[in-house]
């Protein structure tokens, strides 16, 4: 098993910033997605960003590209969200997510095949 602990979540203003951090725990094996999917009011859930553990391969949402960055520390356990320019728009609860090890996935920015999930942090952003 795996457990997943997000962090960071907050209010704040149009074009401020936050820090997202998910820490994953337990039956921890290299080789897996982890990624960061947000769910807004009303809306279904989409993927933000994600990353191949152990590699420079990175995911991105058209939707953030340019002001979202994925990272990974191994050392922590730890995969952060650095936020920028934060819209109204991206006000939404935040959830980070792993695979089970060696799955592949053709799209990770789809919750499919992501098999552990955290409890999620909310972002607040205000006009």
């Known amino acids: 098993q795996v457990q997943l602990m997000e962090s960071g979540g907050d209010s704040v203003q149009a074009g401020g910033s936050l820090r997202l951090s998910c820490t994953y725990s337990g039956d921890v094996l290299p080789s897996a997605y982890m990624a960061w999917f947000r769910q807004a009011p009303g809306k279904e859930r989409e993927g933000v960003a994600g990353?191949?553990?152990?590699?420079?391969?990175?995911y991105y949402a058209d939707s953030i590209k340019g002001r979202f960055t994925i990272s990974q520390d191994s050392a922590k356990n730890t995969v952060d969200l650095q936020m920028n320019s934060l819209q109204p728009e991206d006000t939404a609860m935040y959830y980070c997510?792993?695979?089970?090890?060696?799955?592949?996935?053709?799209?990770?920015?789809?919750?499919?095949?992501?098999?552990?999930w955290g409890q999620g942090t909310l972002v607040t952003v205000s006009s």
């Open positions: 990353i191949y553990s152990g590699t420079t391969r990175r």
């Open positions: 997510a792993r695979t089970a090890p060696f799955t592949l996935l053709r799209d990770p920015l789809t919750e499919s095949g992501y098999h552990y």
